[in-house]
């Protein structure tokens, strides 16, 4: 069985920095990819980051390359999103996901879906 479960948002302040964790199991990143998504009421979940099955690397959203860094830890089975220069436009629910993007990286998409960790940042 899949899941995942983020964890790791809080209160921080503008300029501050966060670490996100995924703890997920039933699949391997290397086979199946994996991705951060964020969504704030009345807008899309929009993705933030993936590793992608192809091996090939990290994508970001172009938005957030240089701010935001995604890694893995496979022996933990756990994926990190570590946030940098926060500002009041990244306060949203951030999940994490499943394959988290198409092989190429190209668009970012999830089949299964973890429980959201809230962060906001105050101005």
């Known amino acids: 069985e899949v899941q995942l479960q983020a964890s790791g948002g809080g209160l921080v302040q503008t300029g501050g920095s966060l670490t996100l964790s995924c703890q997920y199991s039933g699949f391997t990143v290397d086979d199946s990819g994996i991705g951060w998504f964020r969504q704030t009421p009345g807008k899309e979940r929009e993705g933030v980051s993936c590793i992608s099955s192809s091996g090939s690397g990290t994508v970001y959203a172009n938005s957030l390359v240089g701010r935001f860094t995604m890694f893995s830890d496979n022996a933990k089975n756990t994926v990190y999103l570590q946030m940098n220069s926060l500002e009041p436009e990244d306060t949203a629910v951030y999940y994490c996901?499943?394959?988290?993007?198409?092989?190429?990286?190209?668009?970012?998409?999830?089949?299964?879906w973890g429980k959201g960790t809230l962060v906001t940042v105050s101005s």
């Open positions: 996901a499943t394959p988290g993007c198409d092989f190429s990286g190209t668009y970012f998409y999830g089949d299964h």
